[in-house]
């Protein structure tokens, strides 16, 4: 099957129920019913970043793949990198269901699924059977419990097991559907946490991938330059702007706009790119290395990640709707988009707007 034949068979997977459409997607990616995008990347869109190189600069957001189990085939549809997770050390149902809403009229996600995953043991295993030549880049997201949780142990503990695998990690202190982790984003706790990742990290004898924290794009503004003083000065590399949001921009028109829980897809793409824009305005010549996420569903939408200050972009809602066909037509336009802005490559165009 290709890529273009799945996103056609989209719509009936629309008519279940969105969770259970999630789980079915997965199981056909797993077992590679979703093709693979074989189309060559276009030159000017291949990027170094986080001292990696990217074929592309788009990835799929964590929160699709938490548990791992389709991580190549997602790869092998075009994405540049595929972030897995998040992960948490012990198994986690998460909250209950109903806990996944399309707002079908809006393209847009709400959820409030408790970074349901099975747990970093049967994570690992998956990850240890990925082959080392991988088509694209992986990224790793870690995150707390709901329960008996310590972050200072939990956080560094995360890293040292997943370093081996993965390209970078993630830190999730922001997803808005499990108690208290919001709070993590915090001064005082943000820079503890990162200070006992930055020790554990130091201390590995073997692979040490660089560490990025995904933030809430509902900070508020004297709360943002705390968080990236603490990145900074820990000496992490990066960061994701943003997480989904508990703020309902209007006007939203679907009838499941009122559900609790995190909102993601278009309504999310102005406030999470503001948020961008003064994470990079106070990153500038600091060394870091900023992933857009929120609302990406077009070239378009790319490029403004981009100008914004992102080196890279990721997505989630999009590729939810449209399905594997999204990510060839999404490069295509992005480097379309590029050059009619006169851009020669994807990096010239990092930050322009940030001013």
Do not use: W
Request: aromatic share 4%.
């Amino acid at each position: 099957m290709t890529p273009q034949l799945a996103s056609v068979l989209m719509p009936l997977i629309r008519g279940m129920d969105p969770e259970r459409a999630h789980d079915l997607a997965l199981r056909a990616l797993r077992f590679g019913l979703a093709g693979a995008d074989r189309s060559a990347d276009d030159p000017l869109l291949a990027t170094r970043a986080l001292g990696l190189d990217f074929r592309n600069p788009i990835g799929l957001a964590a929160g699709f793949d938490k548990s791992a189990v389709a991580v190549a085939p997602l790869m092998r549809l075009g994405f540049g990198f595929v972030e897995a997770g998040s992960v948490t050390p012990r198994p986690q149902f998460g909250n209950p269901k109903p806990r996944l809403f399309r707002l079908v009229e809006d393209r847009a996600v709400i959820n409030r699924m408790g970074m349901n995953n099975a747990g970093l043991a049967p994570f690992l295993a998956r990850l240890a059977q990925l082959p080392a030549a991988r088509p694209a880049v992986l990224g790793v997201n870690i995150a707390i419990n709901k329960d008996n949780a310590a972050p200072l142990r939990d956080y560094p503990a995360l890293y040292a097991a997943v370093a081996p695998h993965a390209a970078y990690v993630a830190i999730n202190v922001s997803s808005p559907n499990t108690p208290g982790l919001r709070d993590l984003q915090g001064e005082a706790m943000l820079r503890d946490i990162l200070a006992a990742l930055a020790e554990t990290r130091d201390g590995l004898a073997g692979p040490r991938p660089p560490i990025l924290v995904k933030i809430a794009p509902d900070l508020s503004q004297g709360a943002v330059e705390p968080v990236v003083e603490a990145v900074v000065t820990q000496g992490m590399q990066g960061l994701i702007v943003s997480n989904t949001t508990i703020a309902r921009p209007a006007p939203l028109r679907s009838a499941q706009k009122s559900q609790a829980g995190g909102l993601s897809g278009p309504p999310l793409r102005a406030p999470s790119t503001e948020m961008l824009k003064r994470v990079a305005r106070l990153a500038r010549g600091r060394g870091l290395t900023l992933i857009g996420c929120g609302g990406v569903g077009s070239g378009a939408d790319a490029l403004e990640k981009i100008r914004a200050g992102a080196a890279l972009v990721q997505l989630y809602a999009a590729f939810a709707y449209d399905g594997p066909a999204l990510i060839p037509r999404l490069k295509r336009e992005l480097a379309a988009a590029l050059r009619r802005d006169g851009f020669r490559h994807v990096s010239e165009a990092v930050g322009v707007d940030a001013q």
